[in-house]
């Protein structure tokens, strides 16, 4: 008994490093977050439903030139004028 008391009292600190070791983790994991999280609910296929959201840093959307021609040729297609073209006008 008194054996196994001497050889707690010996490797004192070290057990004391080993406590605040695992203390130290412990509260380290308690205090992180559990994960993150986006403050914002969205669905599929529904319009958003917040202010406008900003990404951190700016991206390209690269398109080659023939999808950028026949975007165009699709405006112009749809597009509703709001006048009339006079040809008269233009003559004179």
């Known amino acids: 008994m008194a054996n196994s008391m ?3 009292y010996r490797s004192q600190s070290l057990i004391y490093k ?3 070791y695992f203390l130290t ?5 308690f205090f992180f977050p559990k ?6 609910e969205f669905q ?5 439903q917040y202010q406008n959201l900003y990404a951190p840093f700016d991206f390209s959307i690269k398109k080659s030139d023939s999808e ?10 749809k597009q509703v004028s709001y006048y009339t ?7 004179e």
Not at 44 to 48: N, R, S
Request: hydrophobic fraction near 35%.
């Open 85 to 91: 073209y006079d040809q008269q006008l233009a003559q």
């Open 18 to 20: 080993y406590f605040l």
């Open 68 to 77: 950028i021609e026949q975007e165009k040729e699709l405006i112009r297609r």
């Open 44 to 48: 599929k296929g529904k319009p958003w």
């Open 25 to 29: 983790i412990g509260c380290i994991v």
């Open 6 to 8: 001497d050889k707690v």
């Open 35 to 40: 994960g993150g999280k986006f403050k914002y």
